[in-house]
């Protein structure tokens, strides 16, 4: 059997604070999606998810992708990227035209996404993305394609993502210095619900938390699409620094007993096994007790918990008005945090992985890389943005004479 004839290529980069990845996925004539190269290395120029050092940020961003182009065996001139930063904020804005009990043509659908384009209200902010979401005809239930069906109003409700306009700025001038074109940049959260949700917890209601380096992005999905989201400048690197802080390590040491020896569930046995400081390298490093770090790490997540708590109960997400909870992004990877947030938010949590897919390899199948893969995801999809839809149709005039006669006459072929 022969290999899968590639039609379309995507490219995409994912800026984190602690790496820089990058990920070429190829788009098969059957329409299979297929991971064709991936490369991640550590962060540089970048911090919270704003630049930093441009330089620093651009020579990570050039060295991620030649590595994936390496691995792939081709090259590519544009990117997707992520976005965790930058005063990310998420809304919905509802748009209605009348239809005045006629049947739903193509031309309406354009005259309606072309009024919410011309309403689009950005409050002095960048609009990262504008993208219907789904269609309503006469009440607020969804459907997937209005064409065809009589209503007195039809409607949309408009996913409109918003951000800083001068960070995302130096974003893509960082990207655009590695000798690459911005296709555009998408916030974590929806890249990685892309990845790590099922169409299900999209459509239900599902609060994504994406524990990054320095930030965890808490946003809330129903009806397929992002609600709300916020951002929390506390990340797993927060926990990192309190370790090396309280033991007095260097930061790379702490890095390593915090994935290797942290817990966020604390063990009667934990008082009794000593850790070394430096499991690799000089014993001189000395150890600590693993109950000591244990209570570190939960000492720094209750307090990213507490922030998560919060942001879900402004966004409306709490008691009954809520649901489960998936967790992603590399903080999910410490050992039992699933546990230890399910604990603190009342609520089923469950750790959110990319989807399989082929050629994908298992270091990057972790919640550490659910943005990367998102991203690529994303671009296959081909988003429609009603910033770029163009008025197709005709403008709505009231008819008389000749013009209602013909109208009456359209409508009875319809019927008879």
């Not at 959260?189 to 999209?202: D, G, H, V």
């Not at 709300?228 to 702490?254: C, N, W, Y």
């Not at 009231?398 to 319809?414: C, D, K, P």
Request: aromatic fraction near 4%; proline fraction near 5%; charge should be neutral.
């Amino acid at each position: 059997m022969g290999a899968a004839r590639i039609s379309r290529v995507f490219g995409a980069v994912n800026l984190g604070s602690f790496r820089v990845s990058a990920m070429i996925m190829g788009l098969t004539e059957g329409g299979e999606l297929i991971v064709l190269g991936s490369s991640h290395r550590a962060s540089a120029g970048l911090r919270r998810g704003y630049v930093t050092d441009s330089q620093a940020a651009t020579h990570a961003i050039r060295e991620a992708i030649e590595r994936a182009e390496k691995d792939a065996g081709t090259g590519i001139e544009s990117v997707w990227v992520g976005c965790a930063g930058a005063g990310l904020a998420s809304r919905i804005s509802r748009v209605e035209i009348p239809i005045n009990g006629r049947r739903i043509e193509e031309e309406d659908v354009d005259h309606l996404l072309v009024t919410a384009r011309d309403t689009l209200d950005s409050d002095g902010r960048m609009v990262l993305h504008a993208q219907p979401a789904h269609y309503s005809v006469d009440g607020p239930h969804g459907v997937a394609n209005p064409v065809g069906l009589y209503a007195e109003q039809l409607g949309v409700d408009v996913h409109v993502l918003l951000a800083d306009g001068a960070p995302i700025r130096n974003i893509i001038t960082a990207v655009q210095s590695a000798h690459l074109t911005v296709e555009g940049v998408v916030a974590a959260p929806i890249a990685s619900a892309q990845a790590a949700l099922t169409p299900e917890e999209r459509e239900l209601g599902t609060a994504l938390i994406e524990i990054g380096g320095d930030v965890t992005n808490v946003a809330v999905l129903r009806n397929g699409m992002v609600q709300a989201m916020r951002a929390i400048p506390l990340g797993s690197g927060d926990i990192t620094d309190a370790i090396a802080s309280t033991f007095g390590i260097r930061r790379q040491h702490a890095q390593r007993l915090k994935c290797v020896s942290g817990s966020a569930l604390a063990s009667p046995s934990d008082h009794r096994e000593q850790v070394p400081v430096d499991p690799d390298g000089d014993p001189r490093a000395g150890s600590i007790n693993r109950a000591d770090l244990v209570a570190v790490v939960t000492e720094q997540l209750g307090r990213l918990t507490n922030e998560v708590g919060r942001s879900l109960k402004a966004m409306d997400f709490s008691g009954a008005k809520g649901g489960p909870a998936v967790l992603t992004g590399g903080g999910a990877e410490l050992a039992g945090s699933a546990e230890f947030v399910q604990n603190a938010l009342g609520r089923p949590v469950r750790i959110g992985k990319p989807q399989p897919l082929r050629g994908l390899p298992p270091a990057h199948a972790t919640p550490g890389f659910s943005t990367l893969v998102g991203l690529c995801l994303y671009a296959a999809k081909d988003p429609v943005d009603i910033r770029t839809v163009k008025a197709k149709y005709q403008s709505q005039t009231r008819l008389s004479g000749l013009g209602l006669i013909n109208r009456v006459w359209r409508a009875g072929r319809e019927y008879f």
